[in-house]
């Protein structure tokens, strides 16, 4: 869980480098289990880690090449911006979309 009065730990570590995210990441997104949502408009696709697991567990890609921003509900539907239009996937597990 997130923490209602978190403090800045300035040994902080990296889950993902350039390579992974891309060179102009500009969007993250954190649920309420801080599960990790990272959009890579470079590659088209978004990048999840869950909490205390560093490495990379799911890459989510359905051709989202330039999507800049995400949302994700408590129900693991995932909203993304794609050239001021929205892609919904059906949940965390089964990524199949639909631009709405």
């Known amino acids: 869980m997130l923490f209602s ?3 800045w730990n300035p040994n902080g570590t990296t889950i993902a480098n350039g ?3 891309g060179s102009n990441p500009v969007d993250i997104f ?3 289990n801080n599960t990790i949502y990272i959009p890579n408009k470079s590659n088209g696709r978004i990048l999840t880690f869950l909490q205390g697991n560093l490495s990379l567990i799911k890459y989510i890609s359905d051709n989202l090449t330039n999507s ?3 949302f994700v509900t408590t129900q693991d539907d995932i909203y993304v911006d794609y050239v001021k239009e929205f892609l919904r996937p059906y949940g965390f597990d089964l990524f199949q ?4």
């Open 30 to 32: 954190i649920n309420q």
């Open 5 to 7: 009065n978190p403090t």
């Open 68 to 70: 800049s921003s995400l």
């Open 19 to 21: 390579a992974l995210i």
């Open 97 to 100: 979309g639909s631009i709405l």
